[in-house]
Structure formats: C-alpha cells, structure tokens
C-alpha cells in the first residue's frame, strides 16, 4: 500500500524509449519511484498516438509499480474496461471526452480501481465541484496535452492551491496530481501548492542519472 501522505513521483513513459519499454520500468523501479504514469493517446482527443492496453498488459508482466492510466482519449467509457483489465491500477478520465462523467467514474470505482479525473488547462477548476466527492485522483494539467517536453502554464499553480483548499474545506480525500513542465525549478513550488504527485517525464528520463533526479523533483535536497 502507497503512503497516502507522502508525495511521489511517478514518472512517464511518454518521455521513455518505446524501443526498450522494459530498461525504462526497470529505470523507474530502480529510482524509487512506485508509480508509472502511462499516457494514452488516440489522435482525435489530442494530437498525437501512443499505445494501447497491450503495452499494459506487457507491462504488468514484468513489474509492481502502481500503474497509472491517464485516458487522453475520446469516448474512453467504449474502451475503459480492456484497461482496467489490462492491469490499470488507477484511470484518469478527462472531463472534457465525456458528457456523463459521473457515470464512468462510478463504473471505474465499481472495477476496484483509482478514479481519476483531469481537466485541460482551458478549463474552469471550479467545473470539477459536483464529481470532487468521487475520486481519488485530480490530475491538473499544467500543458496542453498531447506533446511531453511542453513548458509549464504558471496559471496552473493557482488551480492546484484552489484544489488543495477545497479539499480541505470539505473534507475530502483526493490526491492531486500534475503533469507537464514539471522540473526541478518548479517541483518545489508545487509541492508547497498542495500537489501530491509529481509526473515527470522528459525530467526524468532525459536527466543524466534520473535515480538521482527524484530527490530534487521532491524537494529532498537544496537547489
């Protein structure tokens, strides 16, 4: 079981090589890192293909990182149980694919996984208040998705604190996440936001040692 009270980071396979999957779980495995974000992309709802629930599948096989499926799809509600069943520990919907949002993430609570929900940067946050008591998981989006090694949407950092106060206020439980941009310069800003997963990509594999990298994404040592 993951400490719910400690921040992580989890990086993304996006920024990995697709030609060695299996050096890059071992990577993160290696780094201390127990989460695995997995962007999956289908080139309607954003501009650019990934993969599917095979590469879940295969990589399930090979380690216990908590696998985390960030849907960035349209109509994920067609598709959301061969992830689930691929060996998806969490799914990540995006408000804007779905018109019953609160539907799907009932039925991905209802597979005994993490529901989580995560939103453009062109949307309102205070749009989440109604689905805020369903998940476990808000991802904010901190790019516009699609593209990993994107810069960083200062505006995000105001979303996140409004998360991070709203949760307080009513007594939820859900964990915040964000992914895009995120580097050492601006991990420990985040973190002191509220934000309790750090998804790094291109800050993590392209790091020189990104074992080393995670302890400066979590602001354990001085920058």
Known sequence: MIDQKVPLCAPSLLSADFTDVASAVR???????????????????????????????????????????????????????????????????????LIHVHRILSRIKERGVYAGIS?????????????????????????????GGQVFIPGSLEKIRYLADYRREQKLSYRISVDGGVHRGNAADLLRAGVDILVAGSAFFNAPNPAEEVPYLLAEKII
């Open 27 to 97: 990577l993160v495995e290696h780094s201390g890192c127990p989460w695995l974000h997995l962007d999956i992309m289908d080139g309607h709802f954003v501009p650019n293909l990934t993969f599917g629930p095979k590469m879940i599948r295969d990589i399930k096989k090979i380690t216990g990182l908590f696998l985390d499926a960030h849907l960035m799809i349209s109509n994920p509600e067609s598709s959301l149980d061969s992830y689930i069943d691929a060996g998806s520990d969490a799914v990540t919907i995006h408000y804007e694919s």
């Open 119 to 147: 939103f453009v940067p062109s949307t309102p946050v205070e749009t989440l208040h109604e689905i805020l008591p369903l998940v476990d998981l808000v991802l904010v989006m901190s790019v516009n998705p699609g593209f």
